[in-house]
């Protein structure tokens, strides 16, 4: 079925640098979905993008959907704390009503 | 705070124990979800509920048998488990079945089988 793929497997920055986690997959998708999983909690549904070439901002976040809507990414800028957790892009299984989450971004953030 | 609300939130059982994991939504959602999390992985989808209905088993064990008993429930059964059974079981839900609904997630239940 179809694979989302999501690098990297993991991040460490130093508080105040920059994030950015990518999503790619070998289909079109109809939209693309991010969440945030905190350590210890559950997914937490971020944002949708929908349109190609999309941009949606939430504060630091920055969430971008490819021209060609088979990429998207995820930039936080001046990382803090807070944003610790692990990132996964989601799109829809081709043929499917079913989302099929990527493997995930793992971020730490040392104070 | 959660909208999904899931119990318990921790369970050990044996192998040859039954105990059921219940999960609850009062957003009118129409689709409901179980997935099965180890860790370090992301969730992996075990079955989706559409109108009342049992729309997906991804090929799951019997020994996980899910029911849905009204709108807003959504239980699973567990009978005669094993040890690599043992992962974070999360609920989800979704105005209506479709890839293009985001989904919303209860806090999980931590189970272990001994």
């Known amino acids: 079925g179809q694979q989302v793929m999501q690098i990297p497997q993991y991040q460490h920055v130093q508080e105040g640098e920059d994030f950015t986690t990518y999503c790619n997959s070998s289909t079109t998708l109809s939209n693309i979905q991010w969440y945030k999983q905190r350590p210890g909690g559950h997914p937490v549904f971020l944002i949708q993008l929908v349109k190609s070439g999309e941009v949606k901002k939430q504060k630091r976040l920055t969430f971008q959907f490819g021209e060609a809507k088979k990429n998207s990414s995820l930039h936080i800028t001046a990382t803090q704390t807070t944003d610790v957790g692990t990132y996964f892009c989601a799109g829809p299984e081709a043929g499917s009503y079913q989302l099929t989450f990527g493997k995930g971004t793992k971020l730490s953030v040392i104070p | 705070d959660t909208e999904v609300t899931q119990t318990p939130k921790h369970l050990v059982m044996g192998m040859t124990n039954k105990k059921s994991l219940k999960c609850e939504q009062h957003?009118?959602?129409?689709?409901m979800y179980w997935y099965k999390q180890k860790a370090k992985k992301p969730p992996e989808l075990m079955f989706v509920y559409s109108y009342e209905k049992l729309s997906i088993n991804e090929s799951v064990p019997s020994r996980f048998s899910p029911e849905c008993p009204n709108s807003s429930l959504l239980n699973l059964h567990l009978h005669a488990l094993q040890p690599e059974d043992s992962a974070l079981y999360l609920c989800a839900s979704s105005r209506i079945h479709d890839s293009n609904q985001p989904q919303h997630f209860g806090d999980g239940t931590r189970l272990s089988i001994l």
């Open positions: 957003m009118g959602h129409r689709a």
